[in-house]
């Protein structure tokens, strides 16, 4: 059985965090959370960014506004979709910087940075986390923990999982999915797979250029 590391994206969302933290908590599972960074002027938002961190979990930067992935932007865009939701998480991310790109619905490819932003993250020393496990619960609010649990168990490769704390009722289910993991014996990892790091405290590493396209047109 493979471990598994789970991940919390396009948060922190006050009706739904606070109850992922909560259970989180109660499992003793770790977690980390990519945040879009315009929902921290929210001070009620920042504040469970804050939370979560003060909680032990690693939070990062999921872009300012999660709109169309970085690849296929400008390069002044696509660093200011970095920078702003950077200047947002200001203190939040030691003692790593930790950036997820936008997949456009989960898929991995050149699209999910250009070639200024990847220069950006290296020189930021940025650690860039990408997955291998989408159970699309950002769609299918009652039909993902069925996949998610067969992701896990059909893995070969410890499992970085995507989910999302969004107010779409998904996360009811966590709780049952976490204890049916535990169940199982699956071990949760702190840190993310190797395999899902194409960046590691600015140096790049096997896989980054393959998520990297040129700059598009401004």
Do not use: Y
Request: net charge negative; charged share 20%.
């Amino acid at each position: 059985m493979q471990p598994i590391c789970l991940t919390f994206d396009n948060g922190p969302e006050p009706e739904v965090t606070p109850g992922v933290l909560e259970t989180l908590a109660r499992r003793r599972i770790p977690a980390m959370f990519f945040v879009v960074g315009e929902k921290l002027r929210d001070p009620a938002r920042h504040a469970l960014a804050a939370r979560a961190r003060a909680e032990g979990h690693p939070v990062g930067n999921h872009t300012l506004t999660h709109g169309t992935p970085l690849g296929r932007r400008g390069g002044t865009e696509a660093v200011a979709e970095i920078e702003a939701c950077e200047a947002l998480l200001a203190g939040l991310q030691a003692p790593e910087r930790l950036f997820r790109p936008n997949g456009g619905g989960g898929t991995l490819g050149p699209h999910l940075l250009n070639a200024s932003a990847a220069r950006r993250l290296q020189a930021g020393s940025h650690t860039v986390v990408l997955w291998n496990a989408i159970p699309r619960d950002f769609e299918d609010p009652e039909g993902w923990p069925d996949r998610a649990l067969a992701m896990h168990a059909e893995a070969t490769a410890p499992v970085l999982m995507v989910l999302h704390d969004l107010p779409n009722g998904a996360m009811r289910h966590l709780d049952r999915v976490l204890g049916t993991l535990q169940d199982r014996g699956a071990v949760f990892l702190a840190e993310p797979p190797e395999a899902c790091v194409p960046m590691r405290r600015g140096v790049a590493l096997p896989g980054l250029e393959a998520c990297v396209s040129p700059d598009a047109a401004p």
